[in-house]
């Protein structure tokens, strides 16, 4: 990269991070697509995610996979596959698919399907000791209503149990979980989770640009994020600088302000 010398800019911290994370959602990129992407922005990236079952469906996967790891990217299959093997009664299927991939990383969730969380949280336990465990929270369905209480209870059982992080369920539409229908955050849930539970240890699910802009305004540019599309990886790092419209007066000191538009 070229150095700007750009003064006013938030300090990011290198990879292997705990804050400032960034998850980035793979739907299906071609092997091509995915050294693309990690040549223009891989440096930027910390997990990419597998997306729901697509690790079954795509060709090349294994080639893919070796891509991200030897640009110091961790890569998990989504966690709604975890649930398919774990539904069918074939955990010991789902280790053995994970290592054929070569995946160090796993996600263990329960947003498709009843799992009572002991249970959860026994997978979670048993994974932790070969694994990076993500865990996620929050039901896939947007007529399911979770109280700030048991969020709160779950997302520190797991973390307990041996998660890495926590991920507050949002989907790729980004309408669930964490977020009302209309794709606005659920404030007073999002502000009583962060009372309760440590911020480092978030990742919140976060696809579309409105809600990237408002989770670094209210939380700083090193806030954990996930479900970034890949074209979204860039845009979302200029962001967190400031260096986007949306953010641009967020990180710069008090004395600029009177030049923010009215």
Not at 171 to 185: D, F, H, L, Q
Request: aromatic fraction near 10%; charge should be positive; proline fraction near 5%.
């Amino acid at each position: 990269m070229i150095q700007s010398n750009l003064t006013f800019l938030p300090d990011r911290p290198a990879k292997p991070r705990h804050s400032g994370i960034a998850m980035v959602m793979d739907k299906g990129l071609s092997v091509r697509e995915a050294e693309d992407f990690v040549e223009s922005a891989g440096h930027l990236a910390d997990f990419v995610k597998l997306g729901f079952g697509t690790s079954v469906v795509g060709n090349k996967v294994k080639e893919k996979v070796k891509i991200y790891h030897n640009a110091d990217i961790k890569v998990y299959a989504g966690g709604t596959l975890f649930e398919a093997f774990v539904i069918r009664n074939l955990f010991d299927d789902y280790l053995r698919y994970i290592d054929q991939l070569g995946l160090d990383t796993v996600e263990v969730s329960d947003g498709s399907m009843v799992m009572p969380h002991d249970v959860k949280c026994g997978y979670i336990q048993k994974l932790a000791k070969n694994y990076t465990v993500l865990s996620e929270v929050g039901s896939k369905e947007s007529g399911i209503i979770i109280s700030p209480g048991r969020w709160i209870d779950m997302m520190n059982s797991e973390l307990q149990a041996g998660a890495f992080n926590v991920i507050g369920e949002a989907r790729e539409s980004g309408n669930v979980g964490i977020y009302g229908t209309t794709g606005k955050a659920h404030v007073a849930l999002i502000n009583k989770i962060l009372a309760r539970v440590p911020g480092d240890k978030l990742l919140w699910e976060a696809p579309l640009k409105p809600q990237q802009v408002w989770f670094i305004k209210n939380f700083g540019a090193n806030v954990n994020l996930g479900n970034i599309a890949p074209a979204d990886l860039i845009p979302l790092e200029t962001l967190r600088l400031g260096l986007r419209g949306d953010t641009f007066f967020s990180f710069l000191p008090a004395k600029y302000k009177k030049l923010q538009p009215k």
